[in-house]
């Protein structure tokens, strides 16, 4: 069964203290890993695709990174606005499978 | 931009009654999907459409059922609420980019059924 696991569950920064989400997957066949911020009490808003190993995409302080098992959310120099839940996805043939999310809080 | 709308933000239902969630897009979207977020769950898929008059179960479609009348609107009906329902419901649309499916949520309808 395909499975998307994020890990660490919660996390905590000072400002300015960089660090990395993860996102780990088992598909039999990518088509494309998704990245989403979702604040409190909204909608997730898309931020990155990502198709094959590889790859990288980048906006602002965030850095998004595939390998063909996981892939890594780079956050450089985080601010307190940062704060959010990042959720990872992943598309699989037809399915599109999500995983429970970081949640990130970036103390100033 | 795309935009996702959902009629509701916040509802309060009692056990039994019907409810009506309702979703809107604006971007011509020819795939429109329910989802439920509960916590350390993640997103789970309810109900797809793909067209029209379309619909696909996805991953937990007991308890509802969903409405494509036209290709904006897609509607999740919870024919009688019980209270394992109280969830965030998420609405989202897409249209296949070379076969991958960037999906743009509304904002969600936070339910709470007493």
């Known amino acids: 069964e395909d499975q998307v696991t994020q890990s660490p569950e919660a996390l905590r920064l000072q400002e300015g203290e960089s660090s990395s989400l993860n996102c780990s997957y088992t598909?039999?066949?990518?088509?494309?890993l998704f990245w989403y911020r979702q604040d409190p009490g909204k909608g997730p808003e898309f931020l990155f695709t990502?198709?094959?190993a590889g790859e990288e995409k980048e906006k602002e302080r965030l850095k998004a990174t595939l390998t063909k098992k996981e892939s890594f959310l780079h956050i450089t120099a985080p601010k307190p606005e940062d704060s959010a839940t990042y959720l990872c996805?992943?598309?699989?043939?037809?399915?599109?499978?999500f995983g429970a999310g970081t949640r990130l809080t970036v103390k100033p | 931009d795309v935009k996702v709308t959902q009629s509701s933000r916040y509802l309060v239902k009692r056990t039994g009654e019907k409810v009506f969630l309702e979703c809107v897009q604006d971007?011509?979207?020819?795939?429109m999907f329910w989802y439920r977020q509960d916590p350390g769950l993640g997103l789970r898929l309810i109900y797809f459409?793909?067209?029209?008059?379309?619909?696909e179960k996805g991953d937990i479609p007991e308890g509802y059922s969903v409405s494509r009348e036209k290709k904006e609107r897609f509607s999740l009906i919870l024919e009688s609420a019980s209270t394992n329902q109280t969830s965030m419901y998420l609405c989202?649309?897409?249209?296949?980019?070379?076969?991958?499916?960037?999906?743009?949520f509304g904002a969600g309808t936070r339910l709470s059924v007493l």
């Open positions: 990502l198709y094959s």
């Open positions: 989202a649309s897409s249209t296949p980019g070379q076969g991958v499916y960037i999906q743009y």
């Open positions: 996805a992943v598309q699989d043939n037809n399915d599109m499978r």
């Open positions: 459409s793909y067209d029209v008059k379309m619909k």
């Open positions: 598909v039999s066949g990518l088509r494309g």
């Open positions: 971007m011509d979207h020819e795939n």
